[in-house]
């Protein structure tokens, strides 16, 4: 059975950073490419992050650019989102989800639509106070 779980939410004031950690049990992720994504209240979910299985090919809203950075440790099962310089509107509920790949001969590809994605982490709440 494949588990998905979040952790490194919280509530963090304006300017702070937190890292959030995705880890998988289950099955290897080195053959999944990874996404974050948010929701907040009363808004759809959307797409924060992305990177490849390789690591070597990310993707970010343009909200968080400059200030967030997935990465990921093939070994220990697990992909991390650095964020910095939060800001009130990034308070939210952040998920991670798994894509696995059929094959990686093909390049480094990721994907931004929350459907292209086939497992879900159960979220973790980042809160950020002004």
């Known amino acids: 059975q494949v588990q998905l779980v979040e952790s490194g939410g919280g509530l963090v004031q304006t300017g702070g950073s937190l890292r959030l950690s995705c880890a998988a049990s289950g099955r290897t992720l080195s053959t999944a490419a990874m996404g974050w994504f948010r929701q907040a209240p009363g808004k759809e979910r959307e797409f924060v992050a992305a990177?490849?299985?390789?690591?070597?090919?990310?993707n970010y809203v343009d909200s968080v650019k400059g200030r967030f950075t997935a990465s990921r440790d093939n070994a220990k099962n697990t992909v991390y989102l650095q964020m910095n310089s939060l800001k009130p509107e990034d308070t939210a509920v952040y998920y991670c989800?798994?894509?696995?790949?059929?094959?990686?001969?093909?390049?480094?590809?990721?994907?931004?639509?929350?459907?292209?994605?086939?497992?879900w982490g159960q979220g973790t709440q980042v809160t950020v106070s002004s």
């Open positions: 990177i490849s299985w390789n690591g070597r090919s990310t």
């Open positions: 989800a798994a894509r696995w790949l059929s094959s990686t001969s093909s390049g480094s590809y990721y994907w931004t639509n929350p459907k292209d994605y086939n497992y």
